[in-house]
C-alpha cells in the first residue's frame, strides 16, 4: 500500500506544479481576496461529487473538522498573497519546508517516524532547496519579505492538516473525500465573513477557474489518498518534487533559463527525496 501512496504523491506533486503556474497567471488580473474566494467556490462542487462517492462523516470528528478547515482557510488565503508577490519556483520551494515541520510534528507525537536514511535523504533535499531559491538567474523574479512570510504562514497551517485527516480516516470517522468537501465550505464561509471579497461575476473567467479547479480538486484528493497510505514525512518529500516540475515546464514551454547552481540543487532536492524513500 506503501507503494500506491507514493505514486499518488508523485501525480500530486505534479498537479501542483501545473497549479502553480496557472495560478500566477490568473492572479495578475484578480485581488488575492477576490482570487481565493473563487478558486474555492469552483473547487467545492468537484469534492461534493467525489464525496458522494465515498461518504463517511462521524459526529466525534467535528472538532477536528472544523479546526481542519480554519486551517484550509489560512493555508489558502496566505499561498495567493505568497503567490502574488513572489516568484513561482521560490514559492515552491519554501512551501516544501513543511517537508521539515512534518518530521518535526511526527517526531513529537511518534506518528510515521523516519529511518536514519530517510533523515539523510530530507537533509539533501534542503541543501538542494537552498540551492535552487539562492541562485536563480539575476533576470528572475525575486521573492520579497512579504511573499516569504506569507508562504511561511501558509507551510505552518498546511502541516497539521494531513496529521488531522490520517487521525480521522483512521479511526473510520470520515472518509477522504467527504473532509475536502466540508473543510472547503468551512473555509469559504470564515474567508467571505472576514475578508468580504468584491466579486463581479460577470467578468470571472469560468473556463481557467475550471481547470485551476480541477487540478486543485484532483492534487488534493490525491494528497489524501497518498497520506493515508504511505508515511506522511516522505508523502511531503515527494510532493516537493513539484518545483522540479514548475522548473521543467517552465523550461520548455516559457523558455525560462535557470543557473548552473538552481538546477544542482534542484537534482539534489529530488535525489533527498529519493534516498528518503529507498533508505
Not at 74 to 91: G, R
Not at 97 to 111: D, N, Q, W
Not at 159 to 177: A, D, H, M, Q, Y
Request: with cysteine.
Amino acid at each position: 500500500m506503501a507503494v500506491l501512496g507514493f505514486l499518488f504523491a508523485l501525480l500530486d506533486s505534479l498537479s501542483k506544479a501545473v497549479d502553480t503556474l496557472l495560478n500566477k497567471k490568473i492572479m495578475r488580473t484578480r485581488s488575492a481576496e477576490e482570487h481565493t474566494v473563487l478558486r474555492i467556490m469552483f473547487v467545492i462542487p468537484i469534492f461534493f461529487i467525489a464525496s458522494l462517492f465515498n461518504w463517511r462523516l462521524d459526529a466525534e470528528c467535528i472538532g477536528l473538522l472544523l479546526l481542519y478547515g480554519v486551517l484550509e482557510a489560512v493555508n489558502i488565503f496566505t499561498h495567493q498573497l505568497a503567490v502574488k508577490h513572489s516568484n513561482a519556483v521560490h514559492v515552491e520551494m519554501i512551501a516544501k519546508s513543511k517537508v521539515l515541520l512534518a518530521m518535526i510534528v511526527s517526531f513529537v507525537l511518534v506518528i510515521d517516524t523516519l529511518s536514519l536514511g530517510g533523515v539523510i535523504g530530507i537533509a539533501v533535499f534542503v541543501i538542494g532547496a537552498v540551492l535552487t531559491i539562492n541562485f536563480q538567474s539575476k533576470n528572475d523574479d525575486r521573492t520579497g519579505a512579504a511573499g516569504i512570510i506569507f508562504e511561511i504562514i501558509s507551510v505552518i497551517s498546511r502541516t497539521f492538516k494531513p496529521f488531522i485527516l490520517k487521525t480521522c480516516v483512521k479511526r473510520g470517522l470520515i472518509s477522504n473525500e467527504t473532509m475536502l468537501f466540508f473543510s472547503m465550505v468551512i473555509a469559504l464561509l470564515i474567508l467571505l465573513a472576514v475578508l468580504r471579497p468584491r466579486i463581479d461575476v460577470k467578468n470571472v473567467p469560468v473556463k481557467p477557474y475550471f481547470a485551476q479547479a480541477a487540478m486543485v480538486a484532483a492534487g488534493m484528493i490525491l494528497s489524501g489518498w497518498a497520506v493515508i497510505y504511505a508515511n506522511i514525512v516522505i508523502v511531503n518529500a515527494i510532493e516537493s518534487m513539484s518545483v522540479f516540475f514548475v522548473m521543467l515546464i517552465s523550461a520548455v514551454l516559457y523558455k525560462k533559463k535557470y543557473t548552473a547552481l538552481s538546477a544542482i540543487g534542484c537534482a539534489l532536492s529530488v535525489i533527498g527525496i529519493i534516498i528518503s524513500i529507498l533508505l
